[in-house]
């Protein structure tokens, strides 16, 4: 191999050519063959290497292979043989340059650092893509764990680089960087933090991949798509990508609907303002008229003899209204609510309802829903409150009930 490095060498000498000249143009000449020669030798190898490992993965069961394969694992794997050879063969085309020797030594060095690195970073990747195809481990934050692995990696081949082009020996530079440790946590304060964050969240299982989160603050409201070393990204229902830095997630407050999503129904809360003057005591006629109303008949039957017989049996004179016990349109009217939701096909028995009256204010007395619907995608949800509040909304003057509505005087 050496006789044949020298071979244009000894073709311009014999041409009458000067020895630093047919030096050179057979470093020249050397190197331009040897890159097509390497280049063909790559392409072959790689195609050989891959096209048996694809075969061998698409027969194998395990989807690990496959994802090598993705993330061109071999390619990098394949690269090494015309390395080899660049090692071998560079430092006979340099033999007349003896002080280029320790140039080619350092570069060599980096080169075969940055080919480490890249097999490295593949693997890696295999891993984080395989274990996201596992169910237990599809809302763990892989990325940020193999975001942590590559940078030490990185920081590694750094320090080896630098060593090998310097000259100096590992533990100097990790002595300078020891002594540099203030800058250094400085630098990479926010990946500390979110590194930190990132097994808080993974051990706590504060937060999944899939979770509904909302984070006011940031304008976040819909679901995590991915966690990693340094932010949490939100994709909100507007289908806007929403940025959190991971360590705000254990350092600030934040919303996760997971336990409603888990849970056997979505909350139903809100309220309907009544006109505090429309709540009245119901006369006999008005308890009549609401006897024909199903879901209230037994109930009122039953309520208005114990009011009866309680009036009977203590003389109360009911010349007023006010005197002893009466039912009133707002009671009455709250038992309707909880009897209607109670039937509803899609409220779940299995949960609160409630109907409740909350503090009167200057626009009205609230009266309170509280149930769980038993549909928790977002569009079912919103219909079956709407229709659950639609069917209140016409029932209130059935009970001699009035809604509060904010009304403006237009008369000047």
């Known amino acids: 191999m050496k006789e044949l490095t020298r071979y244009f ?26 890159f097509v020669f ?6 072959l190898i790689k195609k050989v290497v891959i096209a048996i490992f694809k075969a061998y993965a698409s027969k194998s069961k395990s989807t690990f292979d496959d994802f090598l394969v993705k993330n061109k694992t071999f390619d990098y794997l394949a690269h090494t043989i015309p390395l080899s050879l660049i090692i071998w063969i560079v430092p006979m085309l340099f033999i007349a340059f003896p002080t280029a020797e320790k140039y080619l030594e350092v570069l060599f060095d980096i080169m075969v650092i940055i080919l480490i690195i890249w097999i490295v970073r593949s693997v890696l990747k295999t891993f984080r893509d395989f274990l996201k195809s596992l169910n237990s481990f599809k809302d763990k934050p892989i990325d940020s764990y193999i975001q942590v692995f590559m940078i030490f990696v990185w920081s590694i081949g750094a320090i080896l680089i630098f060593s090998s082009i310097t000259g100096k020996s590992i533990w100097t530079f990790l002595t300078a960087l020891g002594a540099m440790s203030a800058v250094i946590l ?42 990693n070393l340094s932010s949490v990204k939100v994709q909100n229902f507007d289908k806007t990508i929403t940025t959190i830095p991971t360590y705000h997630l254990t350092s600030e407050s934040f919303r996760n609907w997971r336990g409603m999503m888990d849970s056997g129904g979505r909350r139903i809360k809100r309220s309907i303002l009544i006109k505090t003057p429309s709540i009245s005591f119901l006369s006999g006629d008005d308890i009549k008229k609401l006897e024909k109303i199903e879901l209230i008949k037994d109930y009122l039957e039953i ?38 939701l109670k039937n509803h096909p899609y409220i779940n028995k299995n949960m609160m309802i409630m109907s409740r009256q909350l503090a009167p204010s200057a626009q009205g007395t609230p009266l309170e829903i509280y149930a769980f619907s038993n549909d928790k995608e977002w569009k079912n949800y919103e219909k079956i409150m709407a229709d659950i509040f639609d069917h209140l909304l016409s029932a209130i003057p059935y009970f001699n009930l009035e809604v509060f509505e904010l009304s403006f005087n237009t008369e000047k």
């Not at 937060?207 to 819909?222: E, F, L, N, P, Q």
């Not at 006010?322 to 209607?340: P, T």
């Open 9 to 34: 060498y000894n073709l311009f000498i014999r041409k009458g050519f000067s020895e630093d000249t047919a030096e050179y143009l057979n470093l020249l000449i050397g190197i331009c063959i040897l």
């Open 38 to 43: 390497l280049k063909l030798l790559d392409i």
């Open 186 to 227: 400085l630098i990479f304060k926010d990946t500390i933090l979110g590194f930190v964050a990132s097994i808080q969240v993974a051990v706590n299982d504060t937060v999944r991949i899939g979770d509904w989160i909302t984070m006011s603050k940031y304008g976040a409201d819909g679901d995590v798509i991915e966690i």
């Open 303 to 340: 309520a208005q003899q114990k009011v009866d017989q309680y009036n009977n049996d203590h003389n109360i004179d009911k010349s007023i209204p006010i005197n002893g016990r009466n039912l009133s349109n707002m009671g009455v009217f709250r038992v309707y609510v909880e009897a209607y």
